[in-house]
């Protein structure tokens, strides 16, 4: 049965892939608009001055603060201004955490202050701080060796080497309560960043209701590194750590979208943004300012152009992505019409650095939004219908290559867009060279001045491209069942 189901998978395939090729290329169909809505890109300076005026006038916007209120209308306005259709703004209720007075340092057998952020969502540090012993570690594996009688009483300190972002990100959130379980009084996280430039990263972290809440915070990597010599000296140096961070009760948000109306079936929606929060430090410039101001000014592009799309493109500023991904899950529940017209959706939320393609994800057997999706496609994996998506999309790829981003590959993604590929929608996560995107990535240095003005236009061109296509060729990418399967 199965290898006959195997066999019929991949005639369905050879036949799919046969069709295609006496189809025109999407490469030469939209070859004339796609260089056109490049050069218009390239040559935009709109698109940057908003960033500009956001990092510079409007800042940090971290869920439930006044700034993010003000970004939420600013963003409703612009996108009233350039002319879109259906500007809406979608109340979300967001949680709001206060960071508070903090600080971290060395008391023993030096005296040295540290370069500490509180994680976000953290609790706050008895009143006066907590001063204790503190034990690295290098992996969960190390902690549970030690033991309640190694933990219990003591700082654990999370001094895990960077090896990439979804390697080492799990430290952050799951480590102060795996830590809690065995007693510890607080949680250190190594800053999850390559870069030693005494820069702290935050972030969230989640808590384990079944264990206590402790207080958790990154510290700097050069920081992190002296602890761990000094445990190494054979007596645990001991740390002051003073926090006030707190809940505050929900506050109301909102998501921002407006509308490129389709031409022929208006009904049929794609989709393309960023969240529009950020951190309480920094301007939030590449994570995800970047984002939001490339994908509208590419559908402002697209709008200013001439070129009719038959479909509806959508433009959405998504909230509450850093705490929860709030955001992307109301927005998913409030969809109007019917799931199957979502024919896709795009996230930028990796930085503005020089793009370098698209990462393709289905909700289809064979395929799923996390790494390993290009090993499926490579392994024939991929359902028919993905072969065939991801054909088209390669065609695409074509008339990114002169701004370098034409490599299309299986498995991708974005957490504001994770909720509609779990309903079936099909995904498309922007990705970039990332080269410098982890030195800042929720720092105080996520400023303005990290964003590249050509390689922010270089990203609006082939956002500016996919999305148009995306919305007008006649085919549509693997993703509901049915939706572009054989």
């Not at 929606?269 to 950020?278: A, K, M, R, W, Y």
């Not at 795009?346 to 930085?351: K, L, P, Q, V």
């Amino acid at each position: 049965m199965h290898r006959f189901r195997a066999a019929l998978l991949s005639a369905s395939a050879l036949l799919s892939t046969a069709a295609l090729a006496q189809q025109p290329s999407l490469a030469v169909t939209y070859k004339s608009a796609a260089d056109k809505l490049i050069a218009d890109s390239l040559a935009d300076t709109e698109g940057y001055a908003n960033l500009a005026y956001l990092c510079d006038h409007i800042g940090k916007r971290i869920t439930g603060g006044e700034p993010l209120g003000r970004a939420v209308a600013w963003s409703a306005d612009l996108m009233r201004r350039d002319g879109l259709a259906n500007v809406t703004v979608q109340p979300v209720m967001v949680p709001h955490w206060v960071r508070g007075h903090e600080s971290a340092s060395i008391v023993e057998p030096v005296a040295k202050p540290m370069h500490m952020l509180g994680l976000g969502m953290s609790v706050a540090t008895p009143v006066g701080g907590i001063t204790a012993p503190v034990v690295v570690v290098k992996d969960f594996d190390e902690l549970k060796k030690l033991g309640r009688a190694g933990v219990a009483g003591k700082i654990v300190l999370y001094n895990v080497a960077y090896k990439g972002y979804g390697q080492t990100v799990m430290y952050r959130v799951a480590g102060p309560s795996q830590a809690a379980a065995l007693g510890a009084v607080a949680t250190l996280v190594r800053s999850i960043t390559p870069l030693a430039v005494q820069l702290p990263h935050t972030g969230v972290t989640s808590y384990d209701e079944k264990q206590p809440k402790i207080p958790a915070a990154a510290i700097s990597l050069e920081d992190a590194l002296m602890l761990e010599r000094l445990a190494a000296e054979g007596k645990p140096p001991v740390v002051h750590l003073d926090m006030e961070a707190h809940m505050e009760a929900e506050v109301e948000s909102a998501n921002v979208f407006g509308e490129i109306v389709g031409s022929e079936h208006p009904e049929q929606v794609v989709t393309l943004g960023g969240h529009i929060d950020s951190w309480d430090v920094g301007q939030g410039a590449q994570d995800d300012g970047s984002g939001i101001m490339a994908t509208l000014e590419a559908v402002n592009v697209i709008k200013r152009s001439g070129l009719k799309p038959k479909r509806t493109i959508r433009i959405v500023f998504w909230v509450s992505e850093e705490n929860g991904g709030v955001g992307g899950q109301v927005y998913l529940k409030k969809l109007t019409g019917k799931l199957e017209d979502h024919v896709a959706v795009i996230e930028m939320d990796g930085g503005a650095e020089q793009p370098v393609g698209y990462g393709y994800g289905a909700s289809f057997p064979g395929l799923r939004a996390v790494a390993g999706g290009a090993a499926l496609a490579a392994s024939g994996g991929l359902s028919a219908g993905e072969q065939r998506s991801l054909a088209l999309l390669q065609q695409i790829g074509t008339l990114l290559k002169p701004v370098g981003a034409d490599t299309m590959r299986a498995g991708g993604g974005g957490s504001d867009i994770e909720p509609m590929m779990g309903a079936g929608v099909p995904g498309l996560g922007e990705m970039t060279t990332g080269a410098h995107y982890f030195d800042w990535h929720h720092t105080e240095a996520d400023t303005l001045d990290k964003v590249d003005p050509q390689d922010f236009r270089k990203n609006i061109a082939s956002l500016s491209v996919m999305t148009y296509i995306l919305a007008d060729m006649p085919e549509r990418l693997a993703g509901h069942k049915g939706a572009g399967e054989e």
